[in-house]
């Protein structure tokens, strides 16, 4: 069995989960794809995951209103056992690289962090990722009767619905006490499409000139395409747009069909975040920026003048 851990938000199901069923499917790995949906009140969650998954394992409890990576950790780990999964796959969310490396340990499995591909290997499970600063792919092997596994979010194609809908079983738990009690959660919100669920994204770099700017072109542009916005590093350092919004190696890492980035020079830990975007639209001033190797269509020019004019065209 192959075993996946659903990411889910206010009752709808993570783009990250089909990312991770597509990795299930990808890795020739034999046995069903079981969807494992832990929280409470999950009932349209499991429903969902159920068009993609071969199986899906409900644990519809109070115990697990709240994240708490100590019960989560647990709560997997006691499904892999009594399922025997040989492979455990995860989502490289911040949530998720906090509780799979309890996980492998809970079951003396080997971990294979961050992975951009997945595929059998003979009795291995092989995978892909980057390092140093992602200038360097490297690929990392791990071999055994259980291994832990976590998808860096963006590196797959969204799963498409099977064939028929999966069972659905519901599941009881032996959970523990959590030793951190969780007495408040804030959640930003706002009425733009997430990052992670966005098909076309605006971003913003250093080049936009000033948080006003900012908010007047790439927030504007953004909003007459129906966009989600994303920023630079040096944007978020500088102050101008909160982390959430950040793409790139020590960001979010996105892939959807467009990708329009305005004054965004193109470094490498930048592009390593969007660079398997479907379509990459960049519009910057300097010509020689590394941006335009990547970019589907470049225009070399001011966005003052460039963005205005986009926007309007977009509202007609």
């Avoid at 966005?198 to 790439?218: C, Q």
């Amino acid at each position: 069995m192959i075993l996946i851990v659903a990411e889910h938000t206010a009752g709808k199901l993570g783009k990250a989960t089909l990312e991770m069923v597509s990795a299930a499917r990808d890795s020739g790995r034999e046995g069903p794809i079981t969807v494992l949906v832990l929280g409470q009140n999950v009932a349209s969650v499991a429903t969902e995951a159920a068009a993609v998954a071969d199986q899906v394992l409900v644990a519809d409890l109070p115990g697990l209103a709240t994240y708490n990576a100590e019960t989560w950790a647990a709560a997997a780990a006691q499904i892999a056992q009594e399922g025997e999964a040989h492979t455990i796959i995860m989502g490289g969310s911040r949530s998720g690289r906090e509780y799979a490396p309890r996980v492998a340990v809970k079951l003396d499995a080997p971990y294979l962090e961050d992975v951009t591909s997945l595929k059998g290997n003979g009795a291995a499970l092989q995978g892909q990722r980057y390092t140093y600063l992602a200038r360097v792919t490297e690929t990392v092997e791990a071999e055994g009767p259980v291994v832990v596994v976590t998808v860096k979010p963006g590196s797959f194609a969204a799963a498409a619905p099977a064939g028929a809908a999966g069972e659905q079983y519901d599941v009881e738990l032996n959970l523990p006490a959590p030793r951190v009690e969780i007495t408040g959660k804030s959640v930003e919100k706002s009425s733009r499409v997430a990052l992670a669920e966005a098909d076309l994204i605006v971003t913003g770099g250093r080049g936009v000139g000033s948080p006003e700017n900012f908010t007047k072109y790439v927030e504007g542009l953004a909003d007459a395409l129906g966009a989600g916005v994303g920023a630079t590093r040096a944007v978020v350092d500088a102050g101008w747009r909160p982390y959430a919004e950040q793409v790139g190696q020590t960001g979010k890492t996105v892939q959807p069909g467009a990708y329009i980035a305005l004054g965004v020079s193109g470094a490498v830990q930048h592009l390593s975040g969007m660079g398997k975007s479907k379509n990459i639209i960049a519009i910057n001033k300097d010509a020689e920026a590394p941006i335009f190797k990547v970019a589907d269509y470049g225009i070399v020019g001011d966005i003052n003048e460039i963005v205005p004019a986009l926007i309007e065209a977009s509202k007609k």
